[in-house]
């Protein structure tokens, strides 16, 4: 599976959006982008994922860049329940094994009031 | 409908000891896998199970084992435990099935002090 680059850390305020980029430039073709984030004490959350299509849901946004080589999650008000770890994994789809996933060390998120 | 159910949340052991960890997934989910999460080493992938059978393992000496009962259920087991075992060891369910979705969900974990 592809590798991704995140930055470590990142401040939002609360009620602005808050973009997270991820860079994942030896991504293959059939490789989708998943997004999970772990709020402290807590197991993972899954978020939202995509292969080539940006894609929305009640969480969040995720923009997949045209030569997919990037993408960024957008949480469109960010609330203070938002501050989290997220993390940013590329794996292959298709595949009857869902378990394994290579977690990088993630953008640690801080909403502020 | 019920989440990823984890016992014990909290459990302390002295080295040499061994401890039995249970993991129930989301009901009609047929796969469970296991990580391990260390504040060095973050999140890492122990084995996954599907169908009472391991499907994957991660780079775990064999003190670390697992396996998965016919209803799903799994259990994981570290023998000879040693300090550096200590760590929250985290159980995720998924459908298990190729061309779905493939989210885990994951428990809350079990927190496993080792003195």
């Known amino acids: 599976d592809a590798k991704t680059t995140q930055p470590p850390s990142m401040d939002c305020a609360e009620g602005r959006a808050a973009n997270l980029p991820c860079n994942h430039s030896?991504?293959?073709?059939?490789?989708?982008v998943y997004w999970y984030r772990q709020i402290h004490s807590q197991g993972p959350q899954y978020i939202i994922h995509g292969l080539k299509n940006n894609e929305t849901n009640e969480m969040a946004s995720l923009i997949i860049t045209e030569d997919r080589k990037s993408s960024t999650l957008i949480l469109p008000h960010a609330t203070l329940r938002d501050t989290a770890v997220y993390y940013c994994i590329v794996r292959l789809g298709g595949t009857d094994s869902w378990g394994k996933l290579q977690f990088g060390a993630g953008t640690q998120v801080v909403v502020t009031p | 409908k019920a989440g990823v159910t984890q016992t014990p949340r909290y459990l302390i052991k002295t080295r040499g000891q061994q401890v039995t960890l249970s993991c129930s997934p989301i009901?009609?989910?047929?796969?469970v896998s296991w990580y391990q999460q260390t504040p060095g080493q973050g999140l890492q992938f122990l084995f996954e199970?599907?169908?009472?059978?391991?499907?994957n393992k991660g780079n775990f000496p064999g003190r670390f084992s697992g396996r998965q009962f016919s209803n799903s259920r799994s259990e994981m087991n570290v023998s000879t435990l040693e300090l550096g075992d200590s760590a929250l060891y985290l159980c995720?369910?998924?459908?298990?099935?190729?061309?779905?979705?493939?989210?885990?969900?994951f428990g809350e974990g079990s927190r496993l002090t080792v003195l």
């Open positions: 030896t991504i293959s073709g059939n490789e989708y």
């Open positions: 009901s009609g989910h047929r796969s």
């Open positions: 199970y599907f169908s009472e059978t391991q499907r």
């Open positions: 995720a369910s998924s459908r298990g099935l190729a061309g779905l979705t493939g989210e885990l969900f």
